[in-house]
């Protein structure tokens, strides 16, 4: 079983950074996993945001409303993920989600939330205008 832990959430100015981080526990080492942030704002679904697999396959994940703003990064040794955001926006106001998944090797990670079966609780991000 794995266990996602979140923080770095909190309340910033619009055209502000925030960095939030999410480090697995019960993590098999010798398997391959998809990590990724996914957010829900109030009445909206939930929608995937960055991911990235710890094999280093494929490439880095990111919805096109984050592009250029948003880096997602990974340090395996910690089992830990970054979401580095900046010139944030109040529309990027949500709760994000901290997501991971077994995958193969060789395979990209991606949006569907059908790769994800680890959650975490969840991290509050308020964007002010």
């Known amino acids: 079983e794995v266990q996602l832990v979140e923080s770095g959430g909190g309340s910033v100015q619009a055209g502000g950074p925030l960095r939030l981080s999410c480090t697995a526990s019960?993590?098999?080492?010798?398997?391959?996993?998809?990590m990724g942030w996914f957010r829900q704002a109030p009445g909206k679904e939930r929608e995937a945001v960055a991911a990235?697999?710890?094999?280093?396959?494929?490439?880095?994940y990111y919805t096109d409303s984050v592009k250029g703003r948003f880096t997602l990064s990974r340090d395996n040794a910690k089992m830990t993920i970054y979401l580095q955001m900046t010139s944030l926006k109040p529309e990027d106001s949500a709760v994000y989600y901290c997501a991971a998944g077994r995958v193969a090797f060789y395979r990209s990670c991606g949006p569907s939330q059908n790769q994800y079966n680890y959650w975490g609780q969840g991290t509050q991000v308020t964007v002010s205008s």
């Open positions: 990235v697999s710890t094999s280093g396959s494929g490439t880095t």
């Open positions: 019960g993590y098999m080492y010798n398997q391959y996993y998809c």
